[in-house]
């Protein structure tokens, strides 16, 4: 089961269907089980049951999970797939001792792949949808997987299939949350 | 949260409208009024009849002109959305966006300037899965405009139904249309749904249909009781 977390300001939010709703079809499409939970409102069970859980972004405007990081303490030792999203991606650098800093980016923009990873592939150039009032500097312990110091795109934890992406993937880049969903748990690390 | 639609009358934004309707309250409608037919960011065709729509909703209508020339409309708009914050108070924007990352990032960037909220309601949707939605929720809605290949004249003023969508999809299929219109192949309007208070009856319209453009404009309109 695909755990799909909703980092809105609150639970069942206009921001919802922008935000969660487009994650959880591309899971739906690709025949996988899945439940969407809201930050706030997640149980041990239902982090215990996920075999991969996806941080979802939340509105421009919108800095709740920022001031809620405690709720995301569970990610620390976790030994399952996480890919944070926009809003997720700040949630795990800020967990893992990056900083979050403002860094205001909206719309498409190319994104240079920097280092290989079975999620996002051989480096090479794409183009992704960025709508974000901050950014991350890299957390000890990941790797820059796109964009560069100072503009960060992507990471993963060096040892834990933990990765973060800042741009929005369900605009243009379905793979990626496709491929997340689909790669054996061995091949994601 | 207060919030302001971005209104055309078409079925994105009447959509969008319901959904913000939901979850928080709607204080107006903005509907931009634009001199361009072929505006790369607003809906023209029947616009004039979204104040009837606005009726039938029970909403004020915030009706904003604009030359409707590229990126300079987009200036327009953001003085728009202005005087809705001064007018109505409002403190987030609703869109009917879909797929269009262009008309998204601009109304993002204007409502971050404004220090205000933005709404998507429909983002990435899936087009035919959201007309069926229209149909099983009680949204009458007909086209009024197609402008693409190969949208026969029977589309003109035709009712989005089941057989209808199951047209779009087999055109979709083959000619990779966009089903629901995102693409700017066809506009809509829409007559009843479940937030309007009273529908709208259509009393004169006239077709026009050539090498697959086609409009219907709405002449005489009437809200009448449900």
């Given at each position: 089961?695909?755990?799909?977390?909703d980092?809105?300001?609150?639970?069942?939010s206009?921001?919802k269907?922008?935000?969660?709703?487009?994650?959880?079809?591309?899971?739906?499409?690709?025949?996988?089980?899945?439940e969407?939970?809201?930050?706030?409102?997640?149980?041990?069970?239902?982090?215990?049951?996920?075999?991969?859980?996806?941080?979802?972004?939340?509105?421009?405007?919108?800095?709740?999970?920022?001031?809620?990081?405690d709720?995301?303490?569970?990610?620390?030792?976790?030994?399952?797939?996480?890919?944070?999203?926009?809003a997720?991606?700040?949630v795990?650098?800020?967990?893992?001792?990056g900083?979050?800093?403002?860094?205001?980016?909206?719309?498409?923009?190319?994104i240079?792949?920097?280092e290989?990873?079975?999620?996002?592939g051989?480096?090479?150039?794409?183009?992704?949808?960025?709508?974000?009032?901050?950014?991350?500097?890299?957390p000890?312990?990941?790797?820059?997987?796109?964009?560069?110091?100072?503009?960060?795109?992507?990471?993963?934890?060096?040892?834990?299939?933990?990765?973060?992406?800042?741009?929005?993937?369900?605009?243009?880049?379905?793979?990626i949350?496709?491929?997340?969903d689909?790669?054996?748990?061995?091949?994601?690390? | 949260m207060?919030?302001?639609?971005?209104?055309?009358?078409?079925?994105?934004?009447?959509?969008?409208?319901?959904?913000?309707?939901?979850?928080?309250?709607?204080?107006?409608?903005?509907?931009?009024?634009?001199?361009?037919?072929?505006?790369?960011?607003f809906?023209?065709?029947?616009?004039?009849?979204?104040?009837?729509?606005?009726?039938?909703?029970?909403?004020?209508?915030?009706?904003?002109?604009?030359?409707?020339?590229?990126?300079?409309?987009?200036?327009?708009?953001?003085?728009?959305?202005?005087?809705?914050?001064?007018?109505?108070?409002?403190?987030?924007?609703?869109?009917?966006?879909?797929?269009?990352?262009?008309?998204?990032?601009?109304?993002?960037?204007?409502?971050?300037?404004?220090?205000?909220?933005c709404?998507?309601?429909?983002?990435?949707?899936?087009?035919?899965?959201?007309?069926?939605?229209?149909?099983s929720?009680?949204?009458?809605?007909?086209?009024?405009?197609?402008?693409?290949?190969?949208?026969?004249?029977?589309?003109?003023?035709?009712?989005?139904?089941?057989?209808?969508?199951?047209?779009?999809?087999?055109?979709?299929?083959?000619?990779?249309?966009?089903?629901?219109?995102?693409?700017?192949?066809?506009?809509?309007?829409?007559?009843?749904?479940?937030?309007?208070?009273?529908?709208?009856?259509?009393?004169k319209?006239?077709?026009?249909?050539?090498?697959?453009?086609g409009?219907?404009?709405?002449?005489?309109?009437?809200?009448?009781?449900?």
């Amino acid at each position: 089961m695909i755990l799909v977390v909703d980092l809105c300001r609150k639970a069942e939010s206009l921001s919802k269907y922008e935000f969660v709703d487009p994650i959880a079809r591309i899971v739906s499409r690709a025949g996988s089980e899945f439940e969407v939970v809201h930050f706030t409102e997640m149980t041990e069970d239902e982090i215990l049951r996920a075999d991969r859980i996806v941080l979802c972004g939340t509105a421009l405007k919108d800095d709740l999970y920022l001031r809620r990081i405690d709720l995301f303490s569970w990610i620390g030792d976790l030994d399952k797939p996480v890919l944070g999203i926009c809003a997720g991606m700040q949630v795990i650098a800020a967990l893992f001792g990056g900083e979050v800093v403002p860094q205001p980016k909206i719309g498409l923009e190319a994104i240079d792949i920097v280092e290989e990873t079975t999620l996002l592939g051989t480096p090479r150039r794409i183009e992704g949808y960025h709508l974000h009032n901050f950014g991350v500097t890299l957390p000890q312990g990941f790797d820059l997987v796109a964009g560069r110091p100072g503009e960060v795109e992507a990471i993963k934890h060096a040892d834990r299939p933990v990765y973060g992406i800042i741009f929005h993937p369900e605009v243009r880049n379905r793979w990626i949350v496709e491929r997340f969903d689909a790669l054996p748990l061995n091949e994601i690390r | 949260m207060l919030l302001g639609v971005l209104f055309s009358g078409g079925k994105d934004s009447v959509y969008a409208c319901r959904r913000a309707m939901e979850t928080d309250s709607v204080a107006c409608l903005i509907t931009m009024v634009s001199a361009n037919p072929d505006s790369y960011m607003f809906h023209t065709p029947n616009i004039a009849w979204a104040g009837l729509i606005a009726e039938a909703v029970g909403v004020p209508q915030l009706n904003w002109p604009t030359a409707g020339e590229e990126e300079a409309e987009l200036s327009d708009l953001s003085d728009a959305i202005a005087a809705a914050v001064a007018e109505y108070g409002v403190e987030g924007i609703v869109t009917g966006a879909i797929e269009s990352v262009y008309q998204a990032a601009r109304v993002q960037r204007i409502c971050r300037e404004l220090d205000l909220w933005c709404y998507n309601p429909l983002w990435q949707i899936d087009q035919l899965e959201y007309l069926r939605l229209l149909v099983s929720e009680g949204f009458e809605v007909i086209i009024t405009g197609v402008f693409a290949y190969p949208l026969d004249e029977s589309f003109v003023g035709a009712r989005i139904d089941g057989p209808r969508i199951e047209k779009l999809e087999d055109l979709r299929d083959r000619y990779a249309i966009n089903p629901s219109g995102e693409g700017g192949e066809i506009e809509t309007f829409v007559l009843d749904g479940p937030i309007f208070k009273k529908r709208i009856q259509i009393l004169k319209a006239t077709k026009t249909y050539d090498n697959y453009r086609g409009r219907m404009a709405i002449e005489e309109a009437r809200l009448v009781d449900k």
